[in-house]
């Protein structure tokens, strides 16, 4: 069975833009190895920061990849409201992770990190350019292991 995961924006814009092991996460997106969950409000978190002229440079043409992103994606609608992270955005990744009930989310966000785990999903780090995912996360689910 494949798994599914929310990815946070940096994860993304991160895969998108550069190499290492977040471009790792989006190959395996790409190549059918996992399955990317995502919502509207977490659509236009990406197309937003995307847009930033610093990021503009990097990542040309922003709003086509956040179409592709949403075309290779499942796209849930939340049906909870949580106001659990100290970031308030960071709790779109939450509503999105619980209403899909995906395997874990994916964040390099510490506010979602310093979570751990979120009704039962755990909240792992990206994992370094080595392959490895952040100690604190291994002891949940090893995150390199899917790819």
Known sequence: MTRRAVLDSNVIVSG?????????????????????????P????????????????????????????????V????????????????NRVLEAAVAAGVDCMVSGDEHLLTLGMFQGIPILSQPSSSGRCCPRNCGIV??????
């Open 16 to 40: 998108l833009g550069w190499s290492g092991a977040p471009a790792r996460i989006v190959e395996a997106v790409l190549a059918g190895e996992l399955v990317l969950v995502t919502s509207a």
């Open 42 to 73: 977490l659509l236009a978190e990406l197309r937003r920061v995307l847009a930033y002229p610093k990021l503009a440079k990097a990542i040309p043409d922003g709003s086509r990849l956040a179409d592709l992103v949403e075309m290779s994606s």
């Open 75 to 90: 796209v849930v609608e939340p049906l909870s409201v949580f106001a659990v992270a100290e970031d308030e955005s960071d």
């Open 142 to 147: 090893v995150l390199c292991g899917w790819f």
